[in-house]
């Protein structure tokens, strides 16, 4: 059947998840394809954030830490995310920042697998995960030996204590296959870690599955926890009570109500906890994974990552029609076993500034610059919680036509910042 | 003159002080004497949440990182802290948790000080310092050396790479000579970290004057912060260039925005961020400091500090009536020179039963418990900006009619969480 505005109402229609979507406020007369960057309110957010300010605090004051429980949030906040990255109950935290839970799952990695030299990963990983095994390596003497993806299998040899990879590239979108890669780490005696900042809660992750060792990602994308939401660890269970993490502070100490001036980790996973941690935040963080547990009732990941691949289908489709003729090409893989849940677009140039006339329509997407390698990517996140068919037609429709008017060569925009 | 409840509604009365107390939402009924462990709600906090939570977020959306200017909070937030320790703007950052900070700064002080093998700091310094110092001495071999409050001076010699102290003692609200204790560790060499967890926002300070090297603090006690607020870093700006933070993620990049696989530290106390910061709860500390600086106008610092010390003299003042014939006695230094905002009462027995029984009274103050050392603590936080005169008399009395009347000794009392 040809597409056409209507078939994709009629899609909306039949879709079974559709009604997720009246979860989130979303702004009138946007379509919102940077959901992997900020995921967006959720409607229950804004009453619960206050209920914890001004009741948990302003009422109840120190109190609240018995009360309302705020010293077991991270555990309890942590098995909701478990549960979409194959997860048992017990063994994932949400804490702290992506950035500093990759510092300590590299550092208690590196201790596991002493004699070994070397940390091996991806040229084109998101560069704060380089930046913390480099200050990691400064420190210790570690070499960090980045590759490009077709050669990671042939680094793995008898001297990588880690291999350390971002399961779904954030330029790309391409998605690696977690459990041959583990596999072949483990077969050359190394450890993996996995960054998933880009595929936690846009496709289904199985860590036990893969028999990953170490897992960390992000709150503040696909679960909507709002801006700089707190960010998860996850330890296998062989190796978690193996190894004190770095940063070896009160909220992870075996009786932290002791004050008893010796550390002793506690076991499990509330070891990788550190200092005390900004409830609020963590507050919208547990909003955001209930408003995803909705899913659950629908099919859950699964049925996610069926619409979520259905979206990004129909985006590359129709975006295909018109895309070489205007210098754009899709870097995002084909085959949906090789991709997460957005799509990129490769651009010679103009990419940034046809991101802000898509802007300027209401089509918010994103803009990853290039370099010497690669080129200037536009960056659309697909995320099936709250968006519909009608908008990838729309989207695109308004793609096509910044492309064909000419409207992004005209205006001047500045440039961006932007975070991810 | 004799004093009576009278007497001190007409202190209050005269307190040029007193409006500030309307900036703070206190619930009904209730003396609040543990703003020390965490501070109250300002009024202004619920709104401007709200609005970071439903506008910024909500209806800008990843555009906010811009507009509301998110990435500078941080740096902004910590300037406003940095004018009640004696930093100058550009040398505070707002950022992650005390333990979190405190390990930035300790491991960058470490590199400073090559060839030097321990670490000095004080048996009874809070605990989660000592973890935090013990996690990196596993790892690069140092020694921590705990010592006595008199014998600090004494343990300063060649190899002693950093002193470690917190300001203002967290169990007895006794002080340290900043200044003085400075000076003697760099005649040995040696760099001083402060935690100023119990003084930033209680007493003066002066980290520049006392010609300090690093100081982290918390943003959830005297600052008002709200639980769990981010804390804060300083450096003193001859060594903030000269080593990396361990942590180094993004945000404290030279040039965060470019996405270089290559870390390159910020100048300046920028370098001491690492991840996505927890911007809602980093809104509720901008309104804790916001909140605070009213007192500029009214004599700032100076001024809260002579309150709290007529404040505090008074309570002690007042229990000294009843406190030795009912086994308590005060441990905080009566010197206002060497106490901080605090009052702490030693206990042989009983103590936790008596601070539930306060709280029943409607009198929140706090209990610690003591060791083989150390007898059990009362802890009452005295914070000048939103406490009275009346407040302190009531408290007292409050105390007194519970050692009175036995109340205490009757009711069974669960054992409570405690954070600080």
């Known amino acids: 059947m040809h597409t056409t505005r209507q078939t994709c109402l009629e899609r909306d229609a039949q879709d079974p998840l559709r009604h997720l979507r009246d979860l989130f406020e979303l702004p009138a007369d946007t379509i919102y394809l940077d959901g992997n960057s900020l995921g967006p309110l959720p409607k229950a957010t804004p009453e619960r954030v206050a209920a914890t300010v ?3 605090w302003g009422q109840d004051l120190i109190r609240s830490w018995n009360s309302a429980g705020w010293f077991e949030w991270p555990l309890r906040v942590g098995d909701k995310i478990g549960q979409f990255i194959g997860a048992q109950p017990g063994q994932t935290v949400a804490t702290d920042t992506t950035s500093i839970n990759l510092y300590k799952v590299l550092k208690a990695a590196l201790a596991l697998r002493p004699g070994r030299s070397r940390i091996v990963s991806e040229r084109s990983n998101f560069p704060t995960d380089l930046y913390i095994a480099q200050g990691i390596s400064r420190d210790s003497g570690h070499r960090v030996e980045l590759v490009d993806q077709d050669d990671i299998a042939g680094a793995l040899n008898g001297d990588v204590a880690v291999l350390m990879l971002t399961h779904v590239n954030y330029r790309t979108g391409a998605m690696h296959d977690m459990a041959a890669l583990t596999r072949a780490a483990h077969e050359a005696g190394a450890l993996v870690i996995w960054d998933l900042a880009h595929s936690a809660g846009a496709v289904p992750v199985d860590l ?6 170490f897992a960390v990602g992000c ?6 926890g709002g801006p700089g939401a707190p960010a998860f660890a996850w330890v296998h269970p062989r190796h978690v009570d193996a190894a004190w993490q770095p940063l070896s502070g009160w909220w992870g100490h075996a009786a932290p109500f002791a004050f008893d001036p010796q550390y002793e980790p506690a076991s499990g996973i509330a070891r990788y906890q550190c200092g005390t941690q900004a409830i609020i935040s963590l507050c919208a963080l547990d909003v955001g994974m209930d408003t995803f547990l909705a899913s659950q009732a629908l099919g859950g990941m699964a049925a996610l990552r069926a619409k979520s691949l259905a979206l990004t289908d129909l985006f590359m489709q129709l975006v295909d029609d018109f895309a070489s003729a205007n210098g754009l090409s899709v870097v995002t893989p084909r085959e949906h076993g090789k991709r997460g849940s957005q799509v990129s677009l490769s651009c010679a140039h103009g990419a940034y500034a046809m991101v802000q006339a898509l802007i300027a329509r209401g089509v918010i997407g994103d803009f990853r610059a290039g370099d010497a390698q690669q080129a200037d990517i536009l960056r659309f996140g697909f ?3 709250y968006l519909r068919f009608v908008d990838v037609w ?6 096509r036509d910044v492309l064909h008017s000419g409207e992004w060569q005209a205006a001047p925009f500045q440039q961006r910042q932007a975070v991810t």
Chains 1, 2 share one sequence.
């Open 54 to 56: 001004q009741q948990a």
């Open 208 to 213: 036990l599955g893969a028999d990953a060792d």
């Open 219 to 224: 709150g503040y994308k696909y679960f909507n």
């Open 383 to 385: 995320t099936p919680l």
């Open 394 to 399: 729309d989207a695109a429709q308004a793609l």
